[in-house]
Structure formats: structure tokens, C-alpha cells
């Protein structure tokens, strides 16, 4: 699913998805109609109605709340992967009240940091399968540069205190963002996402409508919605994948520029 998200655009998935979902309700819908010509009287109706509008509220119920939960997963992603960006940065910031080449020192770390993470481990995380040792010299080095170094004066005593604390806030916000870069719905609801589509559409292809115009309405609408709603949960369940992914560009602003 990740490749699908990451090779293909979200137009072309919603085309796959809705259109493939529409043909496929349209193609059933008709072939029930002339398998069983009988449904077309709609003696069934309001049982199978019944029927789908239960089944229809507690699939409606689980989808919105995947949603949810994914959107705010992506939303929480998002604030971890600015909240490291504006560490790193304020390390950055922080290392101004050093000495010149105890400055050096720290940028260069800074600078092979930042860089390891946009360009050799977002794509991993691209793919769900991030390597959390392709950042681990980078990080070890910035503590390297601090922990061999002995601050003078009071301000460069309380720069060097807040520089440490920030250095492990980048520390924590790095976990949190490779962990979330392998999150995924589980696996009992992913069978009730996309089984749930798979039975609830079927379900409306014994919904009898004598005008064959108007039962294909009803299916293809019906199936449409599905189709953009199972879209929908596999786009957000990966937050660093697709278009509707977390950007780096985070670390390519403010301070953290120069880099680029």
C-alpha cells in the first residue's frame, strides 16, 4: 500500500479508487438485475433497507472514527517534526555564546545532522521503513561536541545548560517521528475498513428499483462515497507517505537555511 501511495499521485488513486469502485457496483448492480429479475419489484425492500441502513451507521461509525484518529495522528506528526526543527534550531542558536571554534564544531554537527535526516532517512520514512542508525553518528556527534566542552563565564554556563536540554528534546522528537513513520491501523481495522466496502456495497445491488437509470444512481453514488472514504483511511494512515504527507522542509527554514 505504501508503494501504491508513494508511486501514484492522489489523483490517480482517487480514479482507481472511485472510478474502480463505481464501474464494479455498476457492472454488479446490472448483472444482479439480470440474474435475479425478480429484485427489480422490490419485495425485499424494506428488510434490505433496513438492513443497509444498520450496516451503513456502523460502518459509518468506524470509518469516521479511523479518521479521526488518523488526521490526528498526521496533525501530531506534523507538530513533533516542527518541534525537532525548532530544537535543532535553537541548539544552533544556543552554541552563539561560545567561542568561535567551539561554534564550528557545533554547526558542523548540526549541519551533517539536518542533512541525514531530509536526504538519506525521509525517504526510508517514505517507504514506512525508516533506519534509525543512518541518524545515530550525527546525533552522538552533536552530544560529542558539547560533552568536550567546558563553559567559562555564567551566560555561556546557562547557554550550555538550555543547549543540553534541547539537544535531548531533538533526541526525543527523532524517536517519536520514526515511530510514527511505521504506524499503521491494525489489523482487525483494516478488515473492518476495507471488508466493511466489500459487503456494504454488494448489499445495495439487492435494493430493487424498476428504472434501471435510478438503481444506478443509488449503487454508483453509494460506492463513489465508499470508494473516497477507504481513499481517505489509507492516505492519512501514513502520514510520511504520498501527497498528504509531513514535509521536511522544516528543517530547511529559520537558522537551520544555511545548511542548504
Same mark, same amino acid.
Given at each position: 500500500?505504501?508503494?501504491?501511495?508513494?508511486?501514484?499521485? $492522489?489523483?490517480?488513486?482517487?480514479?482507481?479508487? /472511485?472510478?474502480?469502485?463505481?464501474c464494479l457496483?455498476?457492472?454488479?448492480? %446490472?448483472?444482479?438485475r439480470?440474474?435475479?429479475?425478480?429484485t427489480?419489484?422490490?419485495?425485499?425492500?424494506?428488510?434490505?433497507?433496513?438492513?443497509?441502513?444498520?450496516?451503513?451507521?456502523?460502518?459509518g461509525?468506524?470509518?469516521?472514527?479511523?479518521?479521526?484518529?488518523?488526521?490526528?495522528?498526521?496533525g501530531?506528526?506534523?507538530?513533533?517534526?516542527?518541534?525537532?526543527?525548532s530544537?535543532?534550531?535553537?541548539?544552533?542558536?544556543?552554541?552563539?555564546?561560545?567561542?568561535?571554534?567551539q561554534?564550528?564544531?557545533?554547526?558542523?554537527a548540526?549541519?551533517?545532522?539536518?542533512?541525514?535526516?531530509?536526504?538519506?532517512?525521509?525517504?526510508?520514512?517514505r517507504?514506512?521503513?525508516?533506519?534509525?542508525?543512518?541518524?545515530?553518528?550525527?546525533?552522538?556527534?552533536?552530544?560529542?561536541a558539547?560533552q568536550g566542552?567546558?563553559?567559562?563565564?555564567?551566560?555561556?554556563?546557562?547557554?550550555?545548560?538550555?543547549?543540553? $536540554?534541547?539537544?535531548g528534546?531533538v533526541?526525543a522528537?527523532?524517536?517519536?517521528?520514526?515511530?510514527?513513520?511505521?504506524?499503521?491501523l491494525?489489523?482487525?481495522? $483494516?478488515?473492518?475498513?476495507?471488508?466493511?466496502a466489500?459487503? %456494504?456495497?454488494?448489499? $445495495?445491488?439487492l435494493?430493487?428499483?424498476?428504472?434501471?437509470?435510478?438503481? %444506478?444512481?443509488?449503487?454508483?453514488?453509494?460506492?463513489?462515497?465508499?470508494g473516497?472514504? /477507504?481513499?481517505?483511511v489509507?492516505?492519512?494512515?501514513h502520514?510520511?507517505s504520498?501527497?498528504?504527507?509531513?514535509?521536511?522542509?522544516?528543517?530547511?527554514?529559520?537558522?537551520?537555511?544555511?545548511?542548504?
Amino acid at each position: 500500500m505504501v508503494g501504491l501511495i508513494n508511486s501514484l499521485g $492522489t489523483v490517480v488513486l482517487a480514479f482507481l479508487f /472511485v472510478g474502480g469502485a463505481v464501474c464494479l457496483a455498476a457492472a454488479g448492480s %446490472l448483472l444482479v438485475r439480470w440474474r435475479f429479475p425478480d429484485t427489480i419489484q422490490g419485495q425485499h425492500n424494506k428488510t434490505i433497507g433496513d438492513v443497509l441502513g444498520v450496516y451503513a451507521a456502523i460502518y459509518g461509525i468506524i470509518l469516521a472514527f479511523v479518521v479521526v484518529a488518523d488526521w490526528e495522528a498526521l496533525g501530531s506528526a506534523e507538530v513533533n517534526v516542527a518541534a525537532e526543527a525548532s530544537q535543532t534550531a535553537e541548539v544552533l542558536l544556543d552554541a552563539g555564546a561560545f567561542p568561535a571554534a567551539q561554534r564550528q564544531k557545533i554547526s558542523t554537527a548540526i549541519g551533517e545532522y539536518v542533512h541525514a535526516v531530509v536526504e538519506r532517512q525521509w525517504p526510508l520514512m517514505r517507504r514506512a521503513a525508516p533506519d534509525a542508525d543512518l541518524t545515530n553518528p550525527q546525533l552522538t556527534a552533536l552530544y560529542a561536541a558539547f560533552q568536550g566542552y567546558e563553559p567559562t563565564t555564567e551566560a555561556q554556563k546557562a547557554y550550555y545548560n538550555q543547549a543540553i $536540554t534541547n539537544i535531548g528534546g531533538v533526541a526525543a522528537a527523532r524517536r517519536n517521528r520514526l515511530t510514527a513513520s511505521q504506524k499503521e491501523l491494525p489489523l482487525l481495522l $483494516t478488515a473492518l475498513v476495507y471488508g466493511g466496502a466489500l459487503v %456494504l456495497i454488494p448489499l $445495495t445491488f439487492l435494493y430493487g428499483i424498476e428504472s434501471i437509470r435510478i438503481q %444506478l444512481l443509488f449503487v454508483c453514488s453509494i460506492a463513489a462515497l465508499v470508494g473516497m472514504s /477507504v481513499l481517505l483511511v489509507l492516505t492519512l494512515d501514513h502520514p510520511f507517505s504520498g501527497d498528504v504527507s509531513v514535509s521536511p522542509e522544516a528543517f530547511k527554514q529559520g537558522i537551520l537555511a544555511q545548511f542548504w
